[in-house]
Structure formats: structure tokens, C-alpha cells
Nanobody
Framework: QVQLVESGGGLVQPGGSLRLACTAS????????VGWFRQAPGKEREGVAC????????IYADSAKGRFTGSRDSDKNTVYLQMNDLKPEDTAVYYC???WGCGWEIQATDFISWGQGTQVTVST
């Protein structure tokens, strides 16, 4: 069974950090791209990062550049999103999804399988 599971969300103060994990089962992430998306209440889903698992290269939305970093651990079949200097506007449900490559823009329509999401709340 193909499955993606996100973990690592939680409550953090502004300026803090979290590391999200996206673990796949039933298939290998090695030949895929993994996108990270987020959706805040009342807002559209936004792509924040895309990691090409085979090459390790990544692209980021402007809102994530300089603060978020993607990485992968092939042995664990897991992709991570390190989020630093978090801001209240980063509060959202974060999802990972798999596709075949990272395009010029991180668009949800390019991704096939999705996880259930993990809540990130940045607040005092």
C-alpha cells in the first residue's frame, strides 16, 4: 500500500524551528520529487519546497527561501523540511506529496500521492 506520513509538526514560538518528516511506505522515494505544501484556514494551498530525491536539489517558494531547507535520508525513505525562524504566518497544515520532478513552480497539480498533513502552529 502506497502511503505518505508526515510528522514533526507542533506548537513553536516565533523565531523557533521545527523539522518535518515525510516517510513513504510501499514505494521508494528515490526516483521521485517530494513537494511540501501548506494550507492555512481560509487560504489556498501553497507550495513551499520541492526536493528532487535522487539529486538532492531543491527549490523553494519566496516565503521559504533562506529559512526552510529540504533534505533526504534514502535509508529511511524519508524527506525532511527543516524550518527555521518560524513566523506566525507560517501557521498551517503542512502536507508532503510525491511527483516526478520539480518544475519551475511548486504546483499541487504536479503531484500525485499526498499525506494527511501535520499541523504547524507558530504562536506565543
Amino acid at each position: 500500500q502506497v502511503q505518505l506520513v508526515e510528522s514533526g509538526g507542533g506548537l513553536v514560538q516565533p523565531g523557533g524551528s521545527l523539522r518535518l518528516a515525510c516517510t513513504a511506505s510501499g514505494f521508494s522515494l528515490d526516483l521521485h520529487a517530494v513537494g511540501w505544501f501548506r494550507q492555512a484556514p481560509g487560504k489556498e494551498r501553497e507550495g513551499v519546497a520541492c526536493i528532487n530525491v535522487s539529486s538532492g536539489t531543491s527549490i523553494y517558494a519566496d516565503s521559504a527561501k533562506g529559512r526552510f531547507t529540504g533534505s533526504r535520508d534514502s535509508d529511511k525513505n524519508t524527506v525532511y523540511l527543516q524550518m527555521n525562524d518560524l513566523k506566525p504566518e507560517d501557521t498551517a497544515v503542512y502536507y508532503c506529496a510525491t511527483g516526478w520532478g520539480c518544475g519551475w513552480e511548486i504546483q499541487a497539480t504536479d503531484f500525485i500521492s499526498w499525506g494527511q498533513g501535520t499541523q504547524v502552529t507558530v504562536s506565543t
